[in-house]
């Protein structure tokens, strides 16, 4: 006996036409509403997108910057995607893009590879993004005329140029680098050493020079064996502690310029059997988050990646906008954005111990 099976009917893939619809719509409203047209009503679009999220439809965002014009998409380029502290910022970029209705394309270079950063940028140039946040923190130079002969709006951090499509964020670390050198200072400490970033970077160099300028105003002098160069690693810091440990006369409280230099310290402290803080006191400089985890808890200068991304993101979007709305724009926008630093006083930093 042969038995009768029940065929379920797969519903078709919906489109534009079934969206319209459902939401009793004409197809322009809803291209217009997915477009972000100013034209649809506010009751008029949340029916649209009502009718979006029912479908489960996923607008064709390639046919939608080719009618738009606009792609929606922000680069963003950073340094070393290896260093805790640029996905923690990627992500907060991401996080802030999406609730505005963009997407973002992301790249990592090398400060020593100019040849990779400008491949970078033609990625971006390809996918026809509205705009580039180059937060590689001093090896922007190389890709800046490839950006510029194609009107790229541009948001660089602590980089100056005189372009009006161009942004720049300024970072205030003399705020945090006072700050741990005051707390130091109070702790009982006068021998305070700095393990600096590539001078390359013009980021490190502006961190030094905090540095310096921290310790003459509580009125103590540097030895400039005590400023010792790294490479922002962990590796970096093991080989800056075991030059500080070759010295005559050793700090005995350093300043790193980025986590990744401090922790890398406290691992060879530990190695040598010495002890944090009781040896050595130890300050980091982004407080990514893997920073309260260490052993000791790192006290370390907090630069907040949601005020940097918040502040990229800012940048760039006056800038698109700006372009969107035509020749008549107002040509008057900000430009400048200022993120600070703070001290986040943790358990790698206690008074010296006697001599």
């Not at 046919?63 to 996905?87: D, K």
């Not at 305070?192 to 300028?213: M, N």
């Not at 949601?306 to 698109?320: H, R, S, T, Y």
Request: hydrophobic share 40%; aromatic share 6%.
């Amino acid at each position: 006996m042969s038995r009768k099976g029940s065929r379920t009917t797969v519903p078709s893939k919906p489109d534009i036409r079934t969206v319209a619809a459902l939401a009793k719509v004409s197809i322009a409203t809803v291209s217009r509403t997915i477009n972000s047209s100013p034209a649809v009503s506010q009751k008029l679009s949340q029916r649209v997108w009502q009718a979006i999220e029912q479908l489960n439809y996923f607008p064709n965002t390639h046919a939608r910057s080719l009618v738009s014009g606009r792609s929606r998409i922000f680069g963003i380029i950073v340094e070393n995607i290896t260093n805790p502290f640029f996905p923690e910022l990627i992500s907060s970029f991401e996080e802030i893009a999406v609730a505005h209705g963009y997407e973002i394309l992301v790249s990592s270079s090398n400060i020593n590879s100019a040849s990779q950063l400008t491949s970078c940028v033609r990625r971006m140039l390809e996918r026809k993004v509205e705009g580039v946040a180059v937060l590689t923190f001093g090896s922007e130079e190389s890709v800046l005329d490839q950006l510029s002969i194609h009107n790229m709006p541009i948001v660089l951090a602590e980089f100056h140029l005189d372009d009006p499509k161009v942004s720049t964020i300024l970072l205030d670390y003399s705020a945090g680098i006072q700050a741990a050198v005051q707390h130091l200072v109070g702790l009982g400490h006068s021998r305070i050493g700095f393990l600096a970033g590539p001078h390359e970077l013009h980021s490190a160099v502006t961190r030094v020079k905090d540095f310096q300028k921290s310790m003459a105003d509580v009125g103590l002098s540097v030895q400039k064996s005590w400023i010792i160069e790294c490479d922002h690693t962990l590796k970096g810091g093991v080989v800056g502690f075991e030059k500080l440990t070759a010295l005559q006369n050793r700090p005995t409280a350093v300043i790193c310029s980025n986590d990744m230099t401090a922790i890398g310290v406290l691992r060879a402290v530990y190695m040598t059997g010495l002890r944090v803080p009781e040896d050595l006191s130890v300050i980091g400089l982004d407080d990514i988050d893997f920073a309260e985890f260490t052993l000791p808890p790192l006290t370390t200068i907090r630069l907040s990646r949601q005020e940097l991304a918040k502040a990229a993101f800012d940048a760039l979007l006056l800038q698109a906008e700006n372009a969107a709305n035509g020749p008549n724009a107002a040509q008057v926008i900000q430009r400048e954005f200022l993120v600070s630093t703070s001290l986040v006083v943790r358990g790698s930093t206690a008074g010296p111990s006697p001599d």
